[in-house]
């Protein structure tokens, strides 16, 4: 292996891009940095990151921050779903790591209209690892950040149910700007969330004031989306689980299996979850149960 590849390979080792003091190079290093730069192998970018040709921007703006990307893209790098198209994107740093950090329109000049974020509590990772940031302080921030509640409950159930953090380890990270708001979003998270669709709902329901307990167990069916004043089952059905004659014959023998019990089951479509229909739905059967006119 030759200098140059060496060198190209210890970049492509931190996600393409890093800056080039953490590489601890000697001179001859640095010359031949220089000269892959200049042969268009590296780009240069601020603050001495270097960065491979079609290395992802988020890393790269992380890089030229010292930071970790935070909010929607690190929600998205671990896998929790998206409520909607990548937003700008957001970058944590640590506490005190420039002169002027405390002043963020005054001091940061980004690249892209990149946000920066400020986290007492960040700890930056090895340049190998990747830059995002971890799991209860991305979600902290995210919940203080976007103004629409749904995309960061969204990640937040995600995360919850997948036992990647706690509720507890999140809301001792909701200190300052924001964070009553925060913690309130946060008290609608739910672990027994199975999916993005079944936090929509939630969510719709919670705003109608609809009394209702979700991902609950129910002997000799199992679990259910949500049950409603204890008697109204509500299934929403994402059509890729849905879509197979084994499924479908199942949830007719689980509906069937219901109304032996009791429950009366109404199920919901991704479509009329999303277009908002569920609400005025449930509301016009649980009128019809007591026999009133909903509001």
Known sequence: ???????????????????????????????????????????????????????????????IHGGVITCQHAAYYYGYPQSSSWSVVHIAIPHGRYPHAGDLGGYFYPRTREVVHIERSLELPAPTAYPAAPVPLMLARFLRCDNRPEGPLMACDAALHQSHTTAAAIAALLRGPGSRQARDRLSLASARARSPLETKARLQFHDAGINFADGVQIPGVGEVDFVIEGWLVVEVDGYSYHNDDYQFAADRWRDRELFKQGYRVARFTRQEVENGLIVSEVKEILASRYNTQPT
């Open 1 to 63: 292996m030759t200098q140059d590849d060496d060198i190209l390979a210890r970049i492509r080792s931190c996600h393409g891009a890093v800056r080039l003091l953490e590489l601890q190079l000697d001179r001859t290093e640095r010359r031949h940095v220089d000269r892959l730069v200049g042969a268009g192998e590296l780009i240069a970018y601020p603050r001495g990151v270097v960065g491979l040709l079609g290395a992802e921007r988020h890393v790269v703006l992380a890089r």
